[in-house]
């Protein structure tokens, strides 16, 4: 609950996700059929790059920043273009306005954010977009409330939790399982930070341990995940990634090192379980 995700918008880990998100989106909307989307942990949907939070940390300038100036080849253009859309270089828009951005009529977001003052601000933001609900609840316990969707078959579930607690690989590893239980079918994608190797190898080898079918890991790192004090790359698992989803992402990640500093940065694709 302490966590506000405005000191870091528009950073590194942010446009990975984001990146990402798009090609994900991209391949749901490639059928006529309507998709459903739930976001577990929202945010505020949209940061004011120039505002109190975003200028304490910086963290921008390093990430949406260093793209918007010199994007680099394989990064997906409507990545950028959604970004630009949404007022850059003043405002960068967190995954509810992405995914809104790119719904046809058809198609539905949910949004879960627990956090009063940021969910009140989805809301406003969300006002008139009637294609868009908000609640303000616990993400985690809307995986088990809100699966299976109720308009539509096909979906994205996106868990994008703060990590804030010490348990969190584990009630994400446990939220995940939730998820397929409650909705097979979907697309289920979940952000992870790098800090070193320990955890992540501990919460990839319990998704082996699941019984899920069919899941990918897409890992950026900056420098080498060696220092348990930093943020040194991050990770989204997806499970039934959509055909040709990896052939795209690689090189959106490969793109994504050069904003490493020192030039160490890696990007790779590790299937966890075959489908």
């Known amino acids: 609950m302490n966590y506000r995700h405005a000191f870091h918008a528009g950073n590194f880990a942010d446009c990975m996700k984001h990146a990402l998100l798009v090609l994900l989106l991209q391949a749901l909307a490639r059928k006529p059929a309507a998709f459903s989307v739930l976001d577990t942990h929202a945010g505020s ?21 260093r793209l918007l100036d010199d994007p680099p080849p394989g990064l997906p253009p409507a990545y950028l273009d959604l970004v630009r859309q949404a007022g850059a270089p003043d405002i960068y828009p967190g995954s509810p306005l992405v995914t809104a951005m790119m719904l046809r009529p058809q198609d539905r977001l949910v949004c879960c954010e627990l956090h009063p003052e940021d969910s009140q601000t989805l809301r406003a933001l969300f006002a008139d977009t009637p294609q868009v609900s908000v609640h303000a609840r616990d993400g985690y316990a809307a995986l088990g409330a809100l699966l299976p969707p109720r308009e539509a078959r096909r979906g994205l579930v996106l868990i994008d939790p703060p990590f804030e607690q010490p348990d969190e690989f584990s009630r994400l590893a446990q939220g995940l399982a939730t998820a397929h239980q409650r909705f097979a079918t979907g697309i289920l994608a979940a952000w992870y930070p790098i800090k070193h190797r320990a955890p992540v190898r501990a919460f990839l080898d319990s998704l ?12 950026l790192t900056l420098r080498p995940p060696l220092d348990p004090t930093r943020l040194n790359g991050c990770g989204l698992v997806v499970v039934n990634p959509p055909f040709g989803f990896a052939e795209a992402a690689l090189p959106a990640l490969r793109a994504l090192t050069h904003l490493s500093p020192d030039g160490t940065g890696a990007a790779t694709i590790t299937r966890i379980v075959e489908e």
């Not at 949907?45 to 920043?65: P, S, V």
């Open 45 to 65: 949907g949209r940061y004011d790059l120039g505002g109190t939070q975003a200028t304490r940390t910086m963290e921008w300038r390093g990430g949406i920043g």
């Open 208 to 219: 082996r341990d699941s019984g899920i079918r069919d899941i990918v890991a897409l890992e």
